[in-house]
């Protein structure tokens, strides 16, 4: 009921370690699995590229710890904490040029 | 795979093309409308709904004159909002008097390419013929994005035009495309569209939805699948309901019945299967995008989204405002009051002495200057406004203040007509539109006037400078005046927010709404569009000023002059000789007398006139507020737009060409007398309980005319103007009694 995969990608799909998004630390990379398709925001979020397949970087963390800017390739949204908790999403290693462009952990 | 050249059926071949513009928000859409029309745009309103509709013309190389029209900014075209059904109908022709626009230029933001051409791809599904227009070129270069115009053009099987819309780059090339469109046809080339090759879960429900709506001649066997998807995903029940025909929305709802799908469930099907056919086509098109930070926005996003910095640099960007608003822009002011004290003395001139000219001295120019007088303070305050949405600040103020925002229940996105309503509630109420659900449109709408708007700043400068030393200076930096005035803010926020939460809870109960936030990068705000914007609001403050509250102006004047019953006034004529005799007193001396003389006059002859009865009659409501009838006058008459209140004391007190600064007027006011007592009347507790009143109250015929048209009905512009007068009765109420029983006044 939380999948959006269809058979054709199942690829995805299936990798043991999809922890939800909001478990992640800030600074850390990772690609959609999947998103609890019952809820309206997660459902917008996914019009705007919160697809599954879509490789993030959650950058910060708003003053009350709610919302999270997450980069997408291309734009940078935000989303709730309890949206980011219905994410599954499969941690990635960091980006291999680990300059000063990577975001820092606040 | 190669599509017929299909030809659409187009009513008006004879008369201009229509042209609308598409694209996702903040893709460009409006640049590159203003771009096009320049001057020659008009704002109305869909037919039944209340989203407006930006139209304008534009003329091509070749001399032809085409029509434009702008369609509200989206990022799918599944219908949820009135917004989104806008869109898809006007596409489709599908709303009344509102033929399909013979050619659709879509904004696509090429730094953000793949999202931006899931609605492209939607709109190649419902067979439009379009023209994309790959705006910010600049940005995606910078970032590193490879884009290739002529593959992509080859992949969706239309014209791709690269431009930078602000710069006005490639906008010639755009208008050549334009004039090239043979009139009415569409290629359908390029790779198949995505309703071409659906996934399996949605192919068998949408085939089955199109031979249903092709049988019973619903739709053509051309868009049929589009529809068909396009029904299957947007929401036919509930609040949100669609407006499609009931047979259409009929057989919609069997299909999903049949294959046990929500729209939700489609929707997401939809999203992400449409997302990994963008993710082909961007290969075949060789398209990439990088993943890389924009190294200016992470490095002030770090600061500005701080933890500690980022609410104290927002709260102190509030407060810059605040303070602007009411030092920097006096100036101007003394200038325009200058300015309308010799227009003043010209009409002295002109005009023979009696009714006529007192009425044009009192009414009309006092009116008008008082207006006119306020117009710095709004261009400062959208100067702000606009400035921070350009630079991309707006967003991340909304970023910061979504977890409060949440918790009273109300929308992210009614964080900026919230903000908007400080300088105008009408701008406020009209920007809600943006928001999603009908509930929580209508909490924002409701407590949009309770924000502190710039109508209430002239009422707020009299009132502080009479009753307070608003010069002194506090810590250096701020003054006794601006203090008071934050102070009025603050209330006005606290104020709003929970009644905010007492709606959002009981009367407009519903769940807490989605937060839909991009954060641009930042940018250099582009100097055209704001001054567009701040021409926009002066030339709309001005209208406002010159017709409802001139005329408010002016009949407030008949109402409090015309008299009821013949005054005598051989009393002060008498007072007035007897001065005049007086050979004891000096002259400042007789001339303080011969005022106070001219003052009690103006008094018994507004006492006896219309208004003076009303404010009577009103005096022992207003009474435990500490506010005598003349300050009743002035608030029956601030009913027509809050700043009538100023010129309404000026009337009542005989103050010719007064404004809130003018020292005549506040002089005036400090020397009245409270009946009975002879204390002053004008005493820092009552100015208190005055201002909390005018925070809270709802005076502004405006406000409830917009609020009648967006809601559709008096209903709620009659309970907003019932439940804002109780709070502005209690508040000054409490401020004014509870000040007397720990002995202030």
């Given at each position: 009921m939380t999948t959006t995969e269809t058979p054709d990608s199942a690829c995805l799909s299936g990798t043991p370690e999809a922890v939800p998004m909001s478990e992640l630390p800030l600074g850390s990379r990772c690609r959609v699995v999947a998103i609890d398709e019952n809820s309206e925001s997660l459902l917008r979020l996914m019009e705007m590229g919160l697809a599954p397949g879509t490789e993030v970087t959650l950058e910060r963390a708003a003053p009350l710890l709610s919302p999270l800017s997450v980069r997408l390739p291309g734009c940078t949204l935000a989303i709730r904490l309890e949206d980011a908790r219905r994410v599954l999403v499969q941690p990635l290693p960091?980006?291999?040029?680990?300059?000063?462009?990577a975001p820092s952990r606040p | 795979m190669n599509f017929p050249l299909r030809i659409r059926e187009t009513k008006r071949t004879a008369c201009r093309r229509l042209v609308a513009i598409a694209g996702n928000p903040n893709a460009g859409k409006t640049t590159l409308f203003n771009a096009l029309t320049g001057t020659r745009q008009k704002v109305g309103n869909y037919p039944g709904v209340t989203v407006e509709r930006k139209s304008g013309q534009c003329d091509l190389p070749s001399g032809e004159t085409i029509d434009v029209v702008d369609l509200p900014g989206c990022?799918?075209?599944?219908?949820?909002?009135p917004e989104e059904q806008i869109a898809h109908d006007v596409l489709l022709g599908e709303m009344d008097g509102h033929p399909a626009p013979d050619l659709v230029i879509v904004v696509v933001d090429a730094s953000n390419l793949q999202r931006n051409l899931f609605l492209t791809s939607q709109l190649r599904d419902l067979g439009i013929p379009l023209i994309v227009a790959l705006n910010m070129m600049d940005i995606a270069r910078e970032r590193g994005s490879e884009v290739s115009t002529e593959k992509l053009a080859d992949a969706l099987g239309c014209r791709v035009i690269p431009m930078v819309a602000r710069s006005g780059q490639g906008i010639k090339e755009l208008l050549a495309a334009v004039e090239d469109m043979p009139c009415g046809c569409c290629t359908c080339g390029g790779v198949p569209r995505f309703i071409d090759c659906l996934p399996s879960a949605l192919e068998n429900p949408v085939q089955t939805l199109a031979e249903g709506l092709v049988q019973s001649g619903l739709a053509d066997a051309l868009t049929a699948r589009g529809e068909s998807l396009w029904l299957l995903v947007s929401s036919l029940e509930g609040d949100e309901a669609v407006k499609t025909p009931p047979a259409m929305a009929a057989l919609a709802r069997r299909v999903r019945g049949e294959f046990k799908l929500s729209s939700k469930q489609v929707r997401a099907i939809e999203t992400s299967a449409r997302y990994r056919y963008l993710k082909d086509l961007m290969f075949l098109a060789a398209c990439t995008e990088q993943d890389l930070p924009h190294r200016l926005t992470d490095r002030l996003d770090h600061v500005l989204l701080h933890r500690l910095f980022g609410p104290v640099i927002f709260l102190a960007l509030m407060a810059l405002v605040f303070q602007s608003i009411f030092s920097w822009a006096a100036p101007v002011m003394n200038a325009i009051e200058a300015g309308v004290g010799l227009v003043a003395q010209g009409v002295d001139h002109l005009l023979p002495d009696g009714l006529f000219k007192e009425m044009v001295m009192q009414g009309a120019v006092a009116g008008v200057g008082n207006v006119l007088v306020f117009l710095p303070q709004i261009l400062v305050l959208f100067l702000f406004i606009g400035l921070l949405e350009d630079v991309g600040y707006m967003a991340r103020a909304a970023f910061l203040m979504d977890r409060l925002m949440a918790r009273v229940?109300?929308?992210?996105?009614a964080f900026l007509p919230l903000l908007s309503s400080f300088a105008c509630a009408i701008p406020g109420i009209m920007a809600t539109r943006t928001i999603a659900g009908k509930k929580d449109r209508l909490v924002t709408i409701l407590v949009a006037p309770l924000m502190s708007c710039s109508a209430r700043l002239p009422v707020y400068t009299l009132v502080i400078g009479t009753v307070f030393a608003a010069e002194t200076t506090v810590a250096g930096l701020f003054t006794v005046g601006g203090l008071v005035l934050m102070g009025m803010y603050v209330l006005s926020i606290t104020v709003g927010i929970t009644m905010a939460a007492i709606f959002k809870r009981?009367?407009?109960?519903?769940?807490p709404p989605p937060l839909l936030l991009e954060l641009p990068t930042y940018k250099l705000p582009s100097l055209k569009s704001v001054t567009l914007n701040l021409y926009d609001r002066a030339r709309l403050f001005i209208l406002r000023a010159g017709t409802i509250i001139l005329a408010a102006t002016v009949i407030l004047w008949g109402v409090l002059h015309v008299p009821l019953a013949r005054l005598d006034h051989s009393r002060f004529e008498d007072a007035r000789r007897q001065v005049a005799a007086k050979a004891s007193i000096s002259e400042p001396e007789r001339g303080g007398a011969l005022r106070a003389i001219a003052g009690e006059e103006n008094a018994a002859v507004v006492e006896n006139s219309l208004g003076g009865h009303l404010g009577k009659l009103l005096e022992p409501v207003i009474a435990p507020l500490g506010f005598d009838w003349k300050i009743g006058v002035g608030i029956i008459a601030s009913f027509a737009a809050r700043e009538v209140f100023v010129s309404g004391l000026a009337v009542v007190h005989g103050v010719d060409g007064a404004d809130k600064t003018s020292p005549s007027l506040r002089e005036t006011l400090r020397r009245e007398k409270r009946a009975g007592?002879?204390?002053?009347?004008?005493?820092p507790l009552l100015g208190v309980a005055l201002l909390v009143f005018f925070v809270l109250a709802c005076q502004c015929m405006s406000t409830v005319a917009i609020v009648r048209r967006e809601t559709g009905g008096w209903r709620w512009p009659l309970f907003m103007i019932g439940y804002m007068t109780a709070l502005a009765w209690l508040g000054a109420f409490v401020v004014y009694q509870g000040g007397k029983l720990v002995g202030l006044g």
């Open positions: 960091p980006p291999p040029s680990a300059d000063e462009s | 990022y799918s075209l599944a219908a949820r909002s229940g109300l929308d992210g996105r009981t009367l407009l109960k519903s769940p007592t002879g204390e002053p009347l004008y005493t």
